[in-house]
């Protein structure tokens, strides 16, 4: 695998986790949203990701070898689970019993996946730096 394989593969996961951030900040600004345009509660989204081919050439290029891929986000999907009932009478969303439909996202859940995006992110963003320090260091090579 070259350098810029290597940083074709990095910038890949840099863009699925800046997607990936951006589905949980979307979460978080959402946590108490209890009426959306669609009708009802928000519903809390998770990123799901896949492997895919770089490019056509890079895939002729490496299938004699080991297969590289990059990442991609493959959906974003909406949770399934039934909002959280909470009992809040004086709300203006309040159904009959006093009852109001929140949204099931849990703050700490949330949390760790931004961590863990985080994480994923600077990792690659390191990955990068490094592959671009060794492609200066190899031009240096030939002076």
Do not use: C, W
Not at 81 to 104: I, L, T
Not at 130 to 142: D, F, H, N, P
Request: aromatic share 6%.
């Amino acid at each position: 695998m070259d350098i810029f394989t290597s940083m074709q593969i990095g910038a890949s996961a840099l863009k699925a986790n800046s997607i990936r951030l951006n589905t949980i900040s979307s979460n978080l600004a959402n946590i108490e949203t209890t009426s959306t345009p669609e009708g009802g509660p928000y519903k809390r989204k998770s990123v799901y990701f896949e492997t895919t081919p770089l490019s056509f050439k890079d895939y002729l290029n490496t299938t004699m070898n080991n297969s590289v891929k990059g990442v991609k986000v493959k959906e974003i999907l909406e949770d399934t689970d039934p909002p959280k009932k909470v009992f809040k009478p004086e709300h203006p969303d309040a159904d009959d019993n006093g009852y109001v439909s929140m949204p099931n996202i849990s703050l700490l859940e949330e949390m760790v996946d931004m961590m863990s995006a985080t994480r994923s992110y600077s990792a690659n963003a390191t990955t990068i730096k490094s592959a671009k320090r060794m492609a200066m260091k190899a031009l240096e090579i030939g002076r």
